[in-house]
């Protein structure tokens, strides 16, 4: 089967770059949330992309227009029924998605395929909740959307071979990389980053190396482009900290178990340059001063 109708849930940050890399590969898209105000912000911030890509050159005027009218913003779940494949793309926590997919599993064509963007939950539990294992998938993007080039797609035990191909191919003509991953908490990319990264705040904890330090050391020494604390910040440390709960309860190993530093962070509301403090301080986004520990 041939996708060429894709729905999308949720229109904040991940799911407004899903939906317009999606109406940019030539997909009819339609783009759900729950109230007008959330499905306003999400559209104007893909129209802000799609003129800031006018100006750099990467499209003209035309293009733009034709993104645009593929794209269409509602509150209506049922909109979303004749889609060929759906994308969620909405809070990390496994009890909204599985009331989603089971709301969507009751309306949709036995055709459609459902996906995940999750980046931490197991996809074998989200699609427990519906009658079509064999048509789910995770499909695992990274943000910001429209920049990065990978996305993981990920295969259950009960996933049709057919299913994932055509996700597979689906993820090429987005212009990704799409790189197969079983289904194990945290896929590839976090499975190896979330212990990089909770490395990195130990070793400050254990006064290796002060923030600064510790970034320029794995961005000169390393080549990575941005350092491990700065990183931290930009993903967000309530994030790192939920998906590290999430997979420690997996695996049960401690290089996934959350530092104590994390955790006092999370909770003095030191979640990173959203917060405008974590490892940094972002009192001036421009010059982020790193913080003493």
């Known amino acids: 089967m041939a996708i060429e109708r894709v729905?999308?849930?949720?229109?904040?940050?991940?799911?407004?770059?899903?939906?317009?890399?999606?109406?940019?590969?030539?997909?009819?898209?339609?783009?759900?949330?729950?109230?007008?105000?959330?499905?306003?912000?999400?559209?104007k911030g893909i129209e802000k992309n799609l003129v800031w890509l006018v100006e750099k050159g990467a499209i003209n005027d035309t293009t733009k227009s034709e993104i645009r009218n593929r794209l269409r913003g509602t509150t209506v779940i049922e909109d979303l029924q004749d889609c060929d494949l759906i994308i969620e793309a909405i809070i990390e926590q496994l009890p909204a998605k599985r009331e989603l997919f089971g709301a969507l599993d009751r309306m949709c064509a036995e055709k459609t395929i459902f996906a995940s963007n999750t980046s931490s939950l197991t996809v074998t539990e989200i699609a427990a909740a519906t009658k079509r294992p064999q048509r789910f998938v995770g499909l695992h993007f990274f943000n910001p959307v429209p920049v990065m080039k990978l996305v993981e797609v990920v295969r259950t035990l009960a996933t049709d071979p057919a299913v994932y191909e055509e996700v597979v191919a689906f993820g090429g003509k987005l212009g990704k990389v799409a790189?197969?991953?079983?289904?194990?908490?945290?896929?590839?990319?976090?499975?190896?980053?979330?212990?990089?990264?909770?490395?990195?705040?130990?070793?400050?904890?254990?006064?290796?190396?002060?923030?600064?330090?510790?970034?320029?050391?794995?961005?000169?020494?390393?080549?990575?482009?941005?350092?491990?604390?700065?990183?931290?910040?930009?993903?967000?440390?309530?994030?790192?900290?939920?998906?590290?709960?999430?997979?420690?309860?997996?695996?049960?190993?401690?290089?996934?178990?959350a530092p104590p530093l994390l955790k006092r962070m999370v909770l003095a509301g030191w979640n990173g340059r959203k917060a405008g403090r974590g490892f940094y301080d972002y009192s001036d986004p421009q010059k982020p001063v790193p913080q003493k520990f």
């Open 7 to 43: 729905g999308v849930v949720g229109c904040g940050l991940m799911g407004s770059g899903i939906a317009q890399v999606s109406a940019a590969a030539g997909f009819v898209t339609v783009v759900r949330e729950v109230s007008p105000e959330l499905v306003d912000k999400g559209i």
């Open 179 to 257: 790189v197969r991953a079983g289904d194990s908490t945290g896929f590839i990319v976090n499975r190896l980053l979330v212990p990089y990264l909770l490395d990195a705040i130990r070793a400050v904890e254990e006064g290796v190396g002060c923030v600064q330090d510790i970034d320029n050391s794995m961005k000169l020494g390393c080549g990575h482009p941005m350092g491990p604390l700065t990183l931290l910040d930009f993903v967000g440390l309530d994030t790192t900290y939920y998906i590290s709960q999430i997979m420690f309860d997996e695996f049960k190993e401690k290089r996934f178990a």
